[in-house]
């Protein structure tokens, strides 16, 4: 299985050179850790920056630099900063090529569920119902079960929903998968030394496997 380092460095392989993406709170953020130095790409953080660098290295944090999460970040040259009506215009209006998000559930026809647990406090959707309303490509870094063992890729989702029919990609500790127009999750790519059986018992939605299915590449 991988850890969310390991999510990370696989979903870094789908950014493309000249996206504007969008890293949700959570293991996406470690994403830009990932990104090849040679690849232009502008890295988007809702709270109002173009141009997000990687993580800072101890000692040299700047608090008044973050992303969305809180967290302290680094810019790149060339970086922006402006307000965060600027910047939810920008998602609004589509200019964001990406977007990368956690999630609590994901259904099979890409209903996701990332923000709300009943009984529990929250502060709020942030900028995830804009963000998955917006974006024509959506990619879900999560676990593929919550820790009470139960998979957490569903027929249909149980808690509160963000977004209906948007997500195109999952990437869990165990698999890379597709949500397929139709619905279904199509397995791609399994986790190094992951079985196919622990996959299907795993994923409680309908899971779709044709041909052999190679092991990802993390490297």
């Known amino acids: 299985m991988l850890d969310k380092t390991g999510i990370a460095k696989r979903i870094a392989k789908e950014i ?7 890293l949700g ?6 994403i830009a850790n990932y990104i090849p130095e040679d690849m232009d790409v502008v890295l988007q953080s809702e709270n109002g920056l ?5 993580f800072p290295f101890e000692g040299e944090e700047d608090a008044d630099i973050i992303n969305a999460g809180k967290q302290t970040i680094t810019t790149l040259p060339g970086s922006a900063i402006f307000d965060s009506a600027m910047s939810f215009g920008m998602i609004r209006a589509r200019k964001v090529n ?3 998000l956690g999630a609590m559930e994901v259904a099979e026809n890409g209903d996701i569920a990332s923000w709300k647990i009943p009984g529990k406090m929250v502060k709020g959707m942030g900028g995830a119902m804009d963000l998955v309303a917006s974006a024509e490509n959506i990619i879900v870094a999560m676990q593929h079960v919550n820790k009470a ?19 195109k990609k999952i990437v869990t500790e165990l698999a890379v998968l597709d949500v397929l127009p139709g619905g279904g999750f199509k397995l791609l790519e ?28 993390i490297n």
């Open 16 to 22: 493309k050179d000249g996206y504007y993406v969008n």
């Open 25 to 30: 709170i959570g293991i996406p953020t470690l």
């Open 98 to 100: 990406l977007t990368i």
């Open 190 to 217: 399994r986790a190094p030394g992951v079985s196919i059986e622990e996959i299907k018992n795993a994923t409680s939605g309908r899971l779709i496997i044709e041909g052999d299915i190679p092991e990802m590449d």
């Open 50 to 54: 173009l141009g997000m660098g990687p």
């Open 149 to 167: 063992g139960e998979s957490k890729l569903l027929p249909r989702c149980t808690l509160p929903l963000t977004g209906i029919n948007c997500v």
